[in-house]
């Protein structure tokens, strides 16, 4: 076990912290996980120290888990499962290095959230590729490597936007930069040279990023990354589409997409609406497509008027009708309040108190049978159809969707909390067992994603190995079974 000298001469003795009351809460999380409290809790402020930290870990053999957002957490990929670990809290590395109009790209580092990205890019005429109201103090980087979806699919060409380029240390201590980062030269030398860190790929023929996203820091830390950014329009029309059934809807969203007419694009059912918009007393219809059409700098108007013709037509041909507000409430506000950092009590956990939430890949099309499978869970296990809220944003440009369902509750009502949990876990199976993509396999998760693909899992603790011989990288949160 290492000591706090060891570590107050890498990062500075104010920078180790020993406060029980916060270790403790890291034993813990909104999901149903359990860990052990950690032994120490650092703040790094360069790469060089994470570096540092990273190789006394090796040398000593403690397990060191990262973390950049602010509490609450709610995945369990930040709780330690082995004693003595030392959480790695990036949350003091704030730069944002550059912001780069022309190119649209802002390079930063882990500890800049969204709130802070948001204000800054809005300064230069930019705007955030941000998930459905992410929490103020979201790290923006943690929220890239998490692959989480954001709210304008049509800007989403690969599973790995709006993250581009990125340096990071890996398990074994050695630092490496990703994509057009890599060089040749510094960034300095780069920037020059009109360089932006842009390009993903690479360096040579293999694709590193793809092996650190979606790992729950079990391959090393992110010290700085470069995230695609886009204009900020200069004229904007919102717009909903109503429908009893959400499966009156999917064509229509196909169509939309399918021409990239749209920017920002998502279906909601009532529940979550209403958890979204809790000032208004209207009743909003069972399912609403929320979406946005946005004029740039040249033309903007023009812009909005054909593109508003076009999508009619289709709206004509499927049978929709877009209307410009609900229950009292514009599209435009609901559009404005879903694409900003969700300030104050966080926005699924205001109908009830408590959400814990069941997410995962499929297809538009698919989805009315899990909504049909999860209907028949949640009446099985009592849970009312007024607490279950449903969120579907399309990704990829609409050639797939995160479904995601919010389990609304009372936290402080124990037989409550228990029937949530029971449905949690039977729903998550059957989900799985239809085809559903655990693409973010948190916690028990894990057995679910793995459990008919052991190659993958044979793979992925070879990769672990090479990438962190020692182990020491938030081990027992990658897959199943002795990692290294």
Known sequence: MVGKKALAGIVGEENVVTDRNILDAFAVDKSYGEGTPPAFLVKPHSTEEVQAVINLAKSEGFPLIPVSSGAPRDHEDTVPACADSVIVDLSDMKKIVRLDRRNKVALIEPGVTFGELHAAAKAAGLRVLMPLLPRMNKSVLASCLEREP????????????????????????DIYRTGSAAGPGSLEAQWETGAAQKNPLGPGQWDPLRLVQGAQGTMGIVTWGSVKLELLPREEKCFLAAAEKMDELIEFSYLIQKFKLVDVCFIMNAVDLASLRMDVVGKFPPWVLVYSISGYEYFPGERIDYIEHDIEEMAHATGVLPISGVAGVSAGDIVGAATLPCEGIYWKDRLRGDCRDIFFITTLDRVPRFLDAMAGEAK???FPE???????????????????????????????????RALYETASVRCADMGAFFSRPYGAWAALAYRKDQPTVKALKMVKHMLDPKGIMNPGKLSLGTEV
């Open 380 to 382: 099985a296990h009592g």
């Open 386 to 420: 007024g607490s279950l809220g449903i969120y579907i944003q399309p990704i990829q440009q609409g050639r797939n969707c995160h479904l995601e369902f919010n389990l609304m509750y009372d936290g402080r009502n124990a037989d409550e909390a228990g029937r949530v």
């Open 150 to 173: 954001f709210t304008i699919p049509k800007y989403q060409w690969d599973t790995t936007d709006p993250l581009m380029c990125m340096e990071l240390v890996f398990g074994s201590g």
